[in-house]
């Protein structure tokens, strides 16, 4: 009886931490996935397939593909080989990374899930980096005073932070009302980058497996070390903690990049249903 009790423990917590850890990675990453694959969708009926190809699929296929690979070497993948941009009419295929790993290493099939993911995490970080670059926009400015763990957890934070965020997009669209003529290249610029990028963060079916498994076994491992430690430390409980303080700064990056894609979004929704496509 006082085993099925610490089992069941160890099973609520080990479920905590993954909705910790993971449930608002994965919303968020579901919401930029949609908003990505309307883009292109749109992009395409909009400016015509050859167009949209070179015009912004090339920039769009090579972050996506980079997303990937640079998770590799991390988590001991190897790159057998790897197309960045390459047009194949017959697959449908722009891109593609193949790589390979010792099945039996833990930290390599954990990796998976990072590979995966590679292009939401990578495509949403060049979006807040240029966007930073062209306007010197630092949105983390309106959160120093936030305590992180907090913010998705309990609903009084979870207004704050939403108001935060509002004050610091508003903030963003008036220093672009405020853009002198000489300097409109750059909103043109951000524009160009967040119509090619924002369509690449998205999965295909075989990044969604591969992030799966990865995070499965990322999840068993938690289990494991939260059922052999639980009894006489919480170091399991504070290392996910820390490890959610770190990952809701990337979390406010990709609510930054949302905001962005739904307007390009609702334009491109607009201009589809204007020229009757």
Not at 9 to 25: C, E, G, K, M, S
Not at 124 to 143: C, G, K, M, P, Q
Not at 195 to 221: E, Q, T, Y
Not at 232 to 244: A, E, K, N, P
Request: aromatic letters at 20%; hydrophobic letters at 55%; glycine letters at 6%.
């Amino acid at each position: 009886m006082v085993f099925l009790d610490y089992l069941l423990r160890t099973i609520l917590q080990t479920f905590n931490h993954i909705l910790i850890l993971f449930l608002p990675i994965i919303i968020l990453g579901l919401i930029l996935h949609y908003f990505s694959l309307a883009i292109q969708s749109s992009g395409i009926k909009i400016f015509g397939i050859k167009f949209y190809l070179y015009g912004f699929a090339a920039l769009k296929t090579a972050i996506h593909e980079l997303g990937h690979a640079i998770f590799c070497p991390v988590f001991g993948h190897k790159i057998i080989k790897m197309k960045l941009f390459e047009v194949n009419y017959e697959s449908g295929n722009l891109g593609y990374v193949n790589h390979s790993y010792n099945q039996n290493n833990l930290w390599s099939q954990i990796g998976s899930f990072f590979i995966g993911i590679g292009p939401i995490i990578l495509g949403s970080l060049a979006l807040f980096s240029i966007s930073y670059f062209l306007f010197e926009f630092d949105v983390f400015v309106y959160f120093k005073t936030i305590d992180f763990p907090d913010q998705f957890y309990r609903w009084y934070s979870l207004q704050i932070y939403l108001e935060n965020f509002y004050n610091a997009f508003i903030s963003f669209f008036q220093s672009l009302n405020n853009v002198e003529l000489s300097q409109v290249w750059r909103v043109v610029l951000m524009i160009y980058f967040f119509i090619s990028i924002g369509s690449s963060i998205n999965l295909s079916p075989s990044d969604i497996r591969s992030a799966a498994k990865g995070l499965g076994i990322f999840i068993l491992l938690l289990f494991v070390l939260s059922l052999t430690t639980m009894w006489q430390t919480t170091v399991i409980h504070d290392g996910v903690i820390y490890l959610s303080k770190w990952l809701s700064g990337f979390y406010l990056i990709m609510l930054f990049t949302i905001s962005f894609l739904l307007i390009i979004y609702l334009l491109f929704s607009i201009l589809e249903f204007v020229l009757g496509r």
